[in-house]
């Protein structure tokens, strides 16, 4: 690899070109070839951005011996499939989340990166970033946590057009998408990795015209406290997320992206912790994962904070009765 990491995209949208901003930065990754079903976006995104090979088909990029890893930015209910037939092709992937649409695909795709000996990773980017370690440390002058409530509410630009009777992916079901998979995600996967898997979940949806989630609540039961998770696409919040101690509260701005926190003791004063956070916060997690590519790192740690993500949201989807295709008999 010569120092380098040479990857290949799938998807052209707002969230790849947020990704290429942060690898730009990343002195580990080569932007080498993009890949999508229309060739008129490939060649046109390629173009953009300076690369020579652009793909209309997954076996083309999966073949190409240019290509050591590959960022999958495609509808979640494609995830499964174009990462584990990567995989199988010798390829590292790291997967936009929800990495998966539920357990069992998370499953296949874990096992077809041990069997292949690559490097598979969840792009989370709020957990990579800088914020949540900075959280981790500071937990301690709480003293016994007792609640969490994380939330994550914001009034999706898409939504306008929903209304409109313009449904595009991000409210489309049968896609493995909704509130829950494309927003809630955040707070789930930043409650299991603080706190574990709780005992015990309970679950209610604000459901939409078409069937899908606009909004919801996760409470998660554990034997010395209890979890409110808060998420919507439909509605904006303006109040912190926060962790409830015995000692004192912790204030966090953004679950999403972590840059200010503020911890309330009960004794009147507060502590104010800013978060130096690159604007370009993809940067962290390309960096991560091209680490553990070019240094052989282990990833057992992400992993298990996957499957726990997945196995919470597949609970607090039965209990809601959200249903994808991708679960059919699973759920």
Not at 11 to 39: D, M, W
Not at 48 to 61: F, I, M, N, P, S
Request: proline fraction near 4%; include cysteine; aromatic fraction near 10%.
């Amino acid at each position: 690899m010569n120092g380098k990491i040479r990857i290949g995209t799938i998807g052209t949208g707002k969230i790849v070109r947020r990704f290429l901003a942060g690898i730009a930065k990343c002195p580990l990754i080569e932007y080498q070839a993009v890949y999508s079903r229309s060739e008129e976006k490939a060649k046109d995104f390629a173009a953009e951005y300076g690369v020579e090979k652009y793909y209309t088909t997954l076996e083309g990029l999966a073949q190409d011996p240019d290509i050591d890893g590959v960022y999958i930015a495609s509808p979640n209910f494609l995830h499964c499939e174009q990462a584990v037939f990567l995989m199988e092709h010798g390829k590292h992937v790291l997967v936009e989340k929800p990495v998966a649409s539920n357990e069992r695909e998370l499953e296949r795709m874990q096992q077809a990166a041990q069997r292949n000996h690559v490097v598979f990773l969840e792009a989370m980017r709020s957990i990579f970033a800088p914020g949540y370690q900075v959280i981790q440390e500071n937990l301690p002058k709480l003293g016994q946590i007792r609640r969490v409530t994380l939330q994550y509410c914001q009034y999706s630009s898409r939504y306008d057009n929903f209304k409109k009777g313009i449904i595009e992916n991000a409210f489309k079901p049968e896609l493995s998408n909704g509130a829950l998979m494309d927003i809630g995600v955040y707070c789930v996967y930043a409650l299991v990795m603080l706190f574990g898997m709780p005992d015990k979940i309970q679950a209610q949806g604000v459901f939409l015209e078409n069937g899908v989630d606009g909004a919801g609540t996760i409470i998660g039961i554990y034997p010395d406290k209890q979890a409110e998770l808060i998420y919507s696409k439909i509605t904006d919040s303006s109040s912190p997320s926060q962790i409830q101690g015995e000692k004192a509260n912790m204030l966090i701005s953004e679950v999403g992206r972590v840059q200010e926190l503020t911890i309330c003791y009960r004794n009147g004063e507060t502590e104010q912790i800013s978060i130096d956070l690159d604007p370009d916060d993809m940067v962290y997690e390309a960096g991560i994962w091209a680490d553990c590519i070019l240094n052989h790192k282990e990833t057992k740690a992400y992993d298990q904070y996957s499957r726990m993500e997945m196995k919470l949201m597949d609970e607090a989807r039965k209990l809601m009765g959200i249903c994808f295709p991708a679960d059919k008999g699973t759920l």
